[in-house]
């Protein structure tokens, strides 16, 4: 299964998002991205996201929520921060939710010893998951045969990594 941490947009993950108690429908233009939802909510490593933002303004909480707030036909001033951070965990929360229901399918044919791999800049949501599907986690990074100073950044850069460990695999 593969969702973006950074550039994924909003509307992949959810049609609407609560909005003072109401589901409200999403606008179907590119204005916000996951990047802005977990910047708000204080985990995403700003170094992970190199992309400039949907109204290319600054990466910034403020600007976060600027970006979400257009999503939902609202002003940045229309909510408090900490609800517009309720609104952005709703966000986050679909698309582990997305990510869950395919790897709840995958799981269903694998013995229960067999853990949740995660990799890319996301980990940290998939090992949520495994918490919530009760299996062992294991982190890419533990698993690539590099010098401990890189394993992080190739972890993060899963599918290169990987390309670059089946190349040198004698077939």
């Known amino acids: ?48 996201d190199r992309h400039p933002p949907a109204d290319g303004k600054e990466k910034t909480v403020d600007g976060s929520i600027a970006r979400l707030a257009r999503m939902v036909g609202r002003d940045a001033t229309d909510l408090t ?51 919530r599907m009760e299996r062992s986690y294991v982190d890419f990074a533990d698993i690539i045969p590099a010098d401990d100073t890189v394993r992080g950044q190739a972890s993060s850069a899963a599918p290169a990594s990987a390309v670059a460990l089946l190349a040198g695999y004698p077939s």
């Open 81 to 131: 921060p900490p609800e517009w951070g309720e609104v952005a965990r709703w966000f986050s929360e679909q698309q582990l939710r997305k990510v869950h229901d395919a790897a709840s399918l995958v799981a269903g044919t694998l013995p229960r010893d067999v853990p949740i791999v995660g990799a890319g800049i996301g980990r940290w949501q998939i090992r949520r998951l495994a918490e």
């Open 1 to 48: 299964v593969y969702t973006g941490f950074t550039r994924t947009f909003l509307f992949g993950v959810a049609s609407s998002a609560p909005v003072n108690g109401r589901l409200t429908p999403l606008m179907n233009e590119y204005f916000a991205s996951i990047a802005d939802a977990h910047r708000i909510l204080g985990v995403l490593d700003e170094d992970d």
